[in-house]
């Protein structure tokens, strides 16, 4: 019976202490949980909104196929105009603006939400089914898009800075205010600008006291940053960075703060006339491979010069006709018509190493068939589909007339030494080559078996 009193006497004790436990907790929480977030998302919409010029965010997608958290395409800048319900966005990859509704949401913490269509905005989110999309992304490469975001939780917000994390990518993205001195639409038209005329991938020169050098991946937005002693082959790195970058105006912005040689930043300024890259005091110079050619070089008439036979390629017997290089995106890809009889193929623009790719690739397609550009080995007679793997072409420097040398891209276990076109069922089994008719090459058959070189009417 004591026991049994004892305990009653403990319960009654717990559970008087109750009711101060939660009078306690009451004073600490004055609103509940959906009125305190209610208002950090209302003093977060303030802030968008309030902003005379609107803001500047620095996007990361991760591309397409790619694991979260990964910025493996780099960032891309938009600049937006928020009112109570509408975000007008500009960006550097379109002229024209776009606006749609946003808003802002609970689901798990705060969110930005552009939750309806936003031609910008939805570019590196809108996923590719069988027949592409509005963008023109067409393949099972792209059926998760770029991984980019349209839903955004809400980390931190002061009327300096912005940071939100991508729901989808994983990554961080970053908000600033632009200054009043600076439009949305100036903002993104500069940047593009930055991106069109950039075009330099290796640097050398001091940086925190010690011999450097960095490398732009100028297709993929990375740098490279090392540190060490020596230049040029003789450069002996000892502290390396790498991080994905997005353009400005006038420089790069990094995607994080990295700290190398001691010293901590997060841009380098961009100087066009002298191409150098600087940090404070310290410059890099930045240098092109003497077969560097600008975007605009490659377009044109040539005669494409080839051997038809093993044969012909060991007597050096001499095949030609003529093909037509033009614009398809700018500084990404060219249209290269004559190539196949009534089918253009795509040829890659590299702007790190300014040449003209000519990868395999998916030519066309008629019900029931597509029809692949295929790369081959003549002498060990392989045959190779992978789409980062090809031929690059490099202008003979000096040249004239204009003259680009082809060579196997060294992606391939063996050389590429030319070209097949094959013919494929949807389901993927290979068909045979296109002799005759209209997929087939100018040479007369279905292969091209020792590309050389074009040259420039």
């Given at each position: 019976m004591k026991r049994f009193f004892t305990y009653l006497m403990a319960l009654a004790l717990v559970l008087a202490?109750?009711?101060?436990?939660?009078?306690?907790?009451?004073?600490?929480?004055?609103?509940?949980?959906?009125?305190?977030?209610?208002?950090?998302?209302?003093?977060?919409?303030?802030?968008?909104?309030?902003?005379?010029?609107?803001?500047?965010?620095?996007?990361?997608?991760?591309?397409?196929?790619?694991?979260?958290?990964?910025?493996?395409?780099?960032?891309?800048?938009?600049?937006?105009?928020?009112?109570?319900?509408?975000?007008?966005?500009?960006?550097?990859?379109?002229?024209?603006?776009?606006?749609?509704?946003?808003?802002?949401?609970?689901?798990?913490?705060?969110?930005?939400?552009?939750?309806?269509?936003?031609?910008?905005?939805?570019?590196?989110?809108?996923?590719?089914?069988?027949?592409?999309?509005?963008?023109?992304?067409?393949?099972?490469?792209?059926?998760?898009?770029?991984?980019?975001?349209?839903?955004?939780k809400i980390l931190s917000y002061s009327a300096d800075e912005i940071v939100l994390r991508g729901k989808r990518s994983g990554n961080y993205y970053k908000m600033y205010p632009l200054p009043a001195s600076t439009s949305p639409e100036e903002?993104?038209?500069?940047?593009?600008?930055?991106?069109?005329?950039?075009?330099?991938?290796?640097?050398?020169?001091?940086?925190?006291?010690?011999?450097?050098?960095?490398?732009?991946?100028?297709?993929?937005?990375?740098?490279?940053?090392?540190?060490?002693?020596?230049?040029?082959?003789?450069?002996?790195?000892?502290?390396?960075?790498?991080?994905?970058?997005?353009?400005?105006?006038?420089?790069?912005?990094?995607?994080?703060?990295?700290?190398?040689?001691?010293?901590?930043?997060?841009?380098?300024?961009?100087?066009?006339?002298?191409?150098?890259?600087?940090?404070?005091?310290?410059?890099?110079?930045?240098?092109l491979p003497d077969y560097w050619q600008p975007y605009d070089s490659f377009p044109g008439e040539y005669t494409l010069y080839y051997y038809k036979t093993a044969a012909d390629y060991s007597s050096q017997k001499v095949s030609t006709f003529d093909i037509t290089v033009s614009e398809n995106v700018r500084n990404k890809t060219y249209w290269i018509s004559g190539m196949v009889h009534d089918h253009d193929v795509v040829g890659t623009y590299d702007r790190s190493t300014g040449t003209i790719s000519i990868l395999s690739q998916v030519v066309g397609t008629s019900p029931g068939y597509y029809y692949q550009l295929s790369l081959n080995n003549t002498p060990a007679g392989k045959v190779n589909y992978d789409e980062d793997k090809g031929m690059v072409g490099l202008w003979e420097v000096g040249s004239d007339p204009f003259t680009v040398h082809f060579k196997d891209n060294g992606l391939w276990s063996y050389e590429c030494t030319g070209f097949i076109m094959y013919q494929f069922t949807n389901a993927g089994s290979r068909v045979g080559r296109m002799e005759t008719g209209e997929w087939s090459f100018y040479s007369g058959s279905g292969y091209l078996r020792y590309l050389t070189k074009i040259v420039k009417k």
């Open positions: 202490t109750l009711p101060s436990c939660v009078k306690d907790e009451a004073r600490i929480f004055e609103d509940s949980a959906s009125a305190r977030i209610a208002k950090y998302l209302g003093e977060v919409q303030k802030l968008l909104v309030d902003a005379p010029n609107g803001w500047v965010m620095y996007y990361y997608p991760n591309g397409p196929g790619e694991s979260r958290n990964t910025q493996q395409i780099g960032g891309f800048v938009y600049t937006l105009v928020f009112t109570d319900t509408e975000v007008t966005a500009w960006t550097e990859l379109f002229e024209d603006s776009s606006t749609s509704l946003y808003s802002m949401l609970t689901d798990d913490g705060p969110i930005l939400a552009f939750d309806s269509f936003n031609y910008n905005l939805y570019y590196f989110a809108t996923p590719a089914g069988s027949a592409g999309n509005i963008y023109g992304l067409k393949g099972d490469k792209y059926y998760k898009a770029h991984q980019g975001d349209i839903g955004f903002f993104a038209s500069k940047t593009a600008q930055m991106v069109e005329t950039f075009g330099v991938s290796t640097f050398e020169g001091k940086f925190a006291g010690k011999d450097a050098q960095f490398f732009v991946n100028l297709n993929n937005r990375q740098i490279e940053m090392n540190l060490g002693s020596g230049a040029g082959e003789n450069f002996q790195a000892e502290e390396t960075k790498t991080v994905a970058f997005a353009y400005i105006p006038d420089g790069i912005k990094f995607y994080n703060p990295v700290t190398l040689g001691g010293v901590e930043f997060d841009e380098l300024a961009w100087n066009f006339q002298n191409k150098t890259f600087s940090y404070g005091s310290d410059v890099l110079q930045g240098k």
